[in-house]
């Protein structure tokens, strides 16, 4: 639902902010519907190589001193044609607004906190034709989803599975990190 929101165009440029389990699905399903290029920004190491793996052409720290200037160079200076934040937070949507294409569009998927406030120049979208997209709902996409499994490569994902008397190391994984989910089974699995 949220990429048929974003009406993503076969070669765009696509820069998906966050590469967690949502971005990673968010970035495959760009490169399946056709991304010319595609930049993920995110923080942490193993997630940037999870990115590469679903199909990023590009996996960029934003905490790197030079990663705006990546960012630029990455589409020649145009922005990006479609920004997804995977996030949900106040500065990765100003990050995105600042760096969409003249006409592009920046998806909002990532759930940001009810009270957040992002600053944004209204003159900015007018200037610049900026559409902005909220997706919440996925009326009508089950199906389709379904279909798309087999290509989505989940395969590459970093799952650890715990029994629920191992329930502390489970948390112990997902705090460090260092697995793309972590599943808790009541039995023995």
Same mark, same amino acid.
């Given at each position: 639902h949220g990429? $048929?929101?974003?009406?993503?165009?076969?070669?765009? @440029?696509?820069?998906?902010?966050?590469a967690g389990m949502i971005g990673l699905m968010l970035t495959r399903l760009a490169r399946l519907a056709g991304a010319g290029l595609i930049v993920a920004s995110e923080p942490d190491g193993l997630r940037r190589q999870d990115a590469l793996?679903?199909?990023? $052409?590009?996996?960029?720290?934003?905490?790197?001193?030079?990663?705006? @200037?990546?960012? +630029? $160079?990455?589409?020649g200076g145009?922005?990006? $044609?479609?920004?997804?934040d995977a996030v949900g937070s106040s500065r990765t949507f100003e990050q995105?607004?600042?760096?969409?294409a003249r006409g592009g569009t920046i998806l909002v998927f990532g759930v940001?906190?009810?009270?957040?406030?992002?600053s944004v120049r209204p003159y900015e979208i007018f200037s610049r034709e900026l559409t902005v997209v909220g997706a919440l709902?996925?009326?009508?996409t089950h199906e389709r989803a379904v279909h798309l499994l087999p290509q989505m490569?989940?395969?590459?994902?970093?799952?650890?599975?715990f029994p629920l008397a191992e329930f502390k190391q489970a948390f112990e994984v997902q705090a460090a990190? @260092?697995? @793309?989910?972590? +599943?808790?089974?009541?039995q023995q699995h």
């Open positions: 990429m $048929d929101k974003l009406g993503m165009r076969s070669g765009s @440029t696509v820069l998906v902010l966050g793996a679903f199909g990023a $052409d590009l996996a960029l720290d934003p905490q790197a001193p030079n990663w705006k @200037t990546a960012m +630029e $160079d990455a589409t145009l922005g990006f $044609d479609a920004v997804i995105g607004v600042s760096l969409a940001a906190p009810m009270n957040a406030t992002a709902i996925n009326p009508f490569g989940l395969e590459k994902l970093r799952i650890a599975a990190g @260092t697995a @793309t989910k972590v +599943e808790i089974f009541p």
